[in-house]
């Protein structure tokens, strides 16, 4: 329909179809005169009351070079409406909010008068700031001129319009991978659930979204263009043509989704008739794919997890495959088969059921790994000698045997050395002659010194009154009883009253004369004589003092109790009595005689006892004198400490006292045993301060004589321990001669301490330990080691070896042996560990699986399953399949599947080969991933038939719309 257009008063009217630069020129023209009644010219210009109408001028037709013009520029235009259509999506978003008012106004048959409008009537599009260089510089757009060649343009803006989105499709799978999709598609946000579905395309078959996305732009913009060409005859309206265009595009995406799996079909049906190799390669890749699926149990357990069957994703299990096993990361150039690989049980049992009854392949790998494996430990052994081993150890056994029984004898010798230096040499007489002596010595000077003091006293001139005296005696005679009278009173008691002598008469005496009555005057008797000299007195004293001695010597305890009343009353008078110019004598005196007492005669002290004598003899013998004052220091240590003050200054006196202590430690035997030496040296502190030196001359003794015995004890007990199997690891080692490596380092590893043991060997034979390493190693191969045939070679049994490395006892020998190179070790433990790890299929025998295979084999199909069926249903509704396409899938697959019978020799062999080569299981299980089935057929842009584009032309035009049309062209003329 033309299109009238009011521009500065008046109303052109242009064709539908003219271009933007058309509408511009027409516009631009000046206005010309009216024509004339029979001219035939079409008019350009008319009055605002007659519309004038503009022909479209006619075009130069289609040419090769207009259609590789207009694809291009076809490509950037829809390029374009891809970026600009945010920007139109929301200018254009008010007018959804005239939907409710429009539908009622037509529902009451009235006019439909839009309220909203759009955002903005020239909104500034990315496409606008794109093209401004260009239209600076003039550049114009190209006008197809034939409809190849606008067909040619409307293709490759479908093509345009889906290269972003295709694009950002597969480099967002390639950059996240299809696990990071599935996680997108489960996401919170919507727009991560939006774009899931669209990156795990990309992901899982980038090349296949690029090929569908091109394939259905090229389809829906021929459609499109084939049906814009078709209808423009009919009706040029831009809603006719605008309805055309979507039709078009649906029919064009329709029919692709048609063609696809019908053709693919076929070709699957012709490729079986013919026998293409092609085809049967395709065949029994798909076939091997389902059957590793259908055996694994990294499979089963997502079943078990609640995923269909129809959708179990194979890339996990394809992943573990692609991974190195541990025994090829350790041993190069080992093949793994797919059961050591992906650690599957269920494969580990497929495999075992298929190389026992084709075991070709897997023979000669196996011989190869053997080759490998046998090359790789050999390269492990160290570099040592076992025999030189031996030799070292037994060279160190001799050395340590002569080494200790010079010690011994060593020892022995300080010993004696030292025993000379505390031999007593004196005899128990002797030694108590010498401090008996010494402390009669410091006792006859000390009396000495009281006799001295007395002297003064006793040659005085002086007389004392000695009847007091008397009276004392008298009054303690009156408190004794008769028999203490008769028995224990000392004559000396009457000396007093003897000195006085008898009264001049008993009675009064007559003077002769009267008194005044003539009676006889009397006078009192004249006393005797009392006053007597000092020296009596004091003589009396000793003598008193020298009674209550002996009787105490005696063992008369109740007469030396009363003499010593008797010295006390005397004391008492005495210190009355005494003139005052002898007191201060006196008191000297006494004091000296006092100090003697108890220095040298206080009952229950040594040395009292000691110069003790009865009749002339000593009351202690001279044996027991030294012993008396050797005491320790939970003794009497003030007897030791009287000596020393009294005598200790004698030469006689330490010795004596040195050699009663050396007698005691030799008495003892105290020298040969240290602790209980060491408890009497320190019980003894005392004494031993006043013996300077002897202490460490004891101590240094007893070392020698502890070191004596440990060192011929040590001697003793080394010979038997290293000549003796069992009771050492080097005698236990050496029982066995060269021949007998492997049983001699048995005995290490049966130690109970085996690490201490090969420490002790080591140490032992201060060797090199790579002669100690091969000693080990020849056990562990020995251990490793499964012996063939006559015609078999000998094997490496991993398992054996890692059990044998794996026993604590001979792990601590090797950890011991390698300690300077733990490194070594180390890659001797991997690799029997890796080779215990491998083999996973011998191991796997029907008997012992989980039963994992044949759940899943038990009429599992992962294409034609329920599950399946129902996985493409929920597809279907998704809109991520059309009901076309899959019903067609589902017939060719179940072709494919029945032809696969067909092909039974070639699924066998490329089984055989999938088993040892995990990288081959991999692809296989990548390219059939029954998880990227669904994603493997998505389409970005089309659901339904509809592509998006459709919906982005809309608004595209829909803006257009709102627009002032003049204004519109003028401004997209001059951008061009």
């Known amino acids: 329909m033309p299109r009238t257009i009011n521009f500065e008063g008046r109303a052109i009217t242009v064709p539908d179809d003219f271009s933007d630069d058309e509408v511009a020129g027409v516009l631009s023209a000046p206005a010309a005169a009216p024509a004339a009644p029979n001219d035939d010219r079409p008019a350009a210009v008319a009055t605002a009351e007659q519309p004038a109408r503009v022909e479209k001028p006619a075009l130069a037709g289609d040419s090769m070079a207009g259609v590789a013009k207009a694809l ?14 945010p920007v139109n999506i929301i200018n254009q978003a008010p007018r959804l909010l005239n939907i409710n008012g429009g539908l009622i106004n037509k529902i009451m048959g009235r006019e439909v008068v839009p309220t909203f ?54 480099a967002a799978g390639a950059r996240i991978g299809a696990a990071g999709a599935r996680q997108m598609m489960t996401g919170e946000s919507v727009a991560q659930r939006i774009l899931g579905p669209m990156v795990e395309a990309g992901a899982v078959n980038p090349a296949g979204v690029v090929g569908r996305e091109t394939s259905g732009a090229v389809a829906a913009g021929l459609g499109a263009g084939a049906a814009v060409e078709a209808v423009t005859p009919i009706s040029d309206g831009a809603g006719a043509r605008s309805s055309a265009d979507f039709a078009g595009s649906v029919a064009g995406n329709t029919a692709l989704a048609l063609a696809r799996p019908i053709l693919g079909g076929i070709g699957s049906l012709a490729g079986a008739a013919a ?31 609640g995923v269909d069957r129809g959708t179990i994703d194979a890339q996990p299990l394809a992943d573990q495959l692609r991974r190195p096993a541990e025994v090829e990361q350790v041993i190069p150039g080992y093949q793994a088969d797919i059961a050591d690989r992906s650690g599957d049980p269920g494969l580990a049992a497929y495999v075992y059921g298929k190389t026992a009854a084709r075991p070709g392949l897997d023979t000669g790998r196996r011989v190869a790994n053997q080759q490998v494996v046998s090359e790789r430990v050999d390269g492990l052994a160290p570099t040592g000698n076992a025999g030189q081993f031996r030799e070292d150890l037994q060279g160190g056994v001799d050395r340590r045997l002569s080494d200790v029984d010079l010690q011994a004898e060593t020892a022995q010798r300080t010993l004696e050395e030292q025993m000379q230096r505390l031999t007593a040499t004196m005899t128990g007489e002797a030694r108590g002659a010498d401090i008996r002596a010494a402390l009669q010595r410091a006792a006859e000077e000390a009396r000495a010194g009281v006799r001295q003091a007395y002297e003064p006293i006793n040659n005085s001139a002086q007389q004392i009154d000695v009847k007091p005296l008397a009276e004392r005696f008298g009054a303690l005679d009156e408190g004794l009883s008769v028999a203490e009278r008769q028995r224990f009173r000392p004559a000396e008691a009457d000396i007093p009253q003897r000195l006085i002598g008898p009264a001049e008469a008993a009675g009064p005496v007559d003077t002769g004369l009267l008194d005044a009555s003539g009676k006889p005057i009397t006078r009192e008797p004249r006393p005797g004589n009392s006053q007597q000299p000092i020296n009596e007195v004091t003589g009396l004293r000793a003598s008193l003092t020298d009674d209550a001695r002996a009787a105490r010597s005696a063992n008369r305890p109740a007469e030396a109790r009363i003499i010593d009343q008797h010295v006390t009353a005397l004391d008492d008078y005495f210190d009355e009595a005494i003139p005052e110019g002898l007191r201060g004598q006196l008191d000297t005196a006494r004091a000296a005689r006092r100090d003697v007492a108890d220095r040298f005669e206080r009952p229950g002290r040594a040395v009292a006892e000691v110069l003790k004598e009865r009749q002339g003899v000593p009351t202690v013998k001279d044996s027991g004198v030294a012993p008396r004052f050797a005491q320790p220091d939970e003794g009497n240590l003030s007897d030791l400490r009287d000596l020393m003050r009294e005598a200790g200054g004698d030469a006689g006196v ?64 080394t010979r038997r321990e290293l000549t003796t199997p069992g009771r050492s690891p080097e005698a236990s080692y050496l029982k066995y001669d060269n021949t007998g490596t492997v049983e001699s380092m048995r005995t290490v590893l049966k130690d109970p301490r085996p690490e201490q043991a090969a420490d002790r060997l080591l140490a032992t034979s201060g060797t090199d330990p790579q002669n100690a390493r091969a000693a080990f190693w020849e056990v562990l191969r020995k251990e490793a080691t499964n012996q063939g045939g006559v015609n078999d070679r000998a094997q490496i049994n991993g398992l054996a070896g890692s059990k044998f490395l794996s026993d604590p006892r001979n792990k601590a020998v090797a950890d011991r042996l390698y300690r300077d190179n733990p490194e070594q070790l180390k890659d001797i433990t991997d690799v029997f560990d890796a080779l215990a790890g491998s083999g996973a299929a011998t191991r796997a025998r029907r008997p012992g699986s989980s039963g994992t295979a044949q759940g899943m084999n038990a009429g599992y199909d992962a294409s034609l399953s329920a599950s399946s069926i129902t996985s493409r249903i929920r597809s279907i509704n998704r809109g991520q399949l ?82 002032r049309p003049e204004a519109a062209a003028v401004r997209r003329a001059g951008e061009r």
Not at 157 to 166: F, K, M, R, T
Not at 888 to 907: C, M, N, W
């Open 72 to 85: 291009p520029q076809g490509a950037v235009s829809g390029l374009e409406m891809l970026m600009d259509a």
């Open 117 to 170: 409008g759009p955002i903005s009537d020239n909104p500034l599009l990315p496409s606008d700031i794109i093209q401004a260089p260009g239209r600076a510089l003039g550049v114009k757009k190209y006008e197809p001129q034939g409809p190849i060649e606008r067909i040619a343009d409307r293709v490759g803006q479908e093509v345009g319009a889906s290269a972003l989105p295709v694009v950002g499709s597969v």
């Open 275 to 305: 026998g293409s190799s092609k085809f049967a390669d395709d065949v029994a890749r798909s076939e091997v794919a389902n059957d590793l699926l259908a055996n694994s149990t990294t499979a089963q357990r997502q079943v078990q997890a």
């Open 654 to 717: 330490r010795p004596a006292l040195r050699d009663q202590f050396l007698a005691n430690v030799r008495d003892r035997g105290l020298l040969d045993r240290p602790e209980q030496l060491n408890a009497y040296l320190d019980r003894h502190a005392t004494l031993l301060d006043q013996l300077p030196g002897l202490r460490d001359e004891i101590t240094a003794g007893g070392t020698a004589s502890r070191g004596a015995a440990e060192a011929r004890t040590a001697a003793d007990t």
């Open 882 to 963: 059309s009901p076309t396409v899959a019903g067609v899938d589902l017939l060719a697959t179940y072709l494919r599947r029945k032809s696969a019978g067909l092909q039974k020799g070639a699924i066998e062999r490329l089984q055989d080969e999938v088993i040892q080569n995990p990288q081959l299981a991999a692809k296989l299980l990548e390219d059939y991933n029954p998880a990227n089935f669904a994603a493997q057929r998505r389409e970005l842009l089309t659901v339904g038939g509809v592509r998006a584009t459709e919906t982005l032309r809309l608004f595209d035009a829909a803006n257009d719309e709102e627009q």
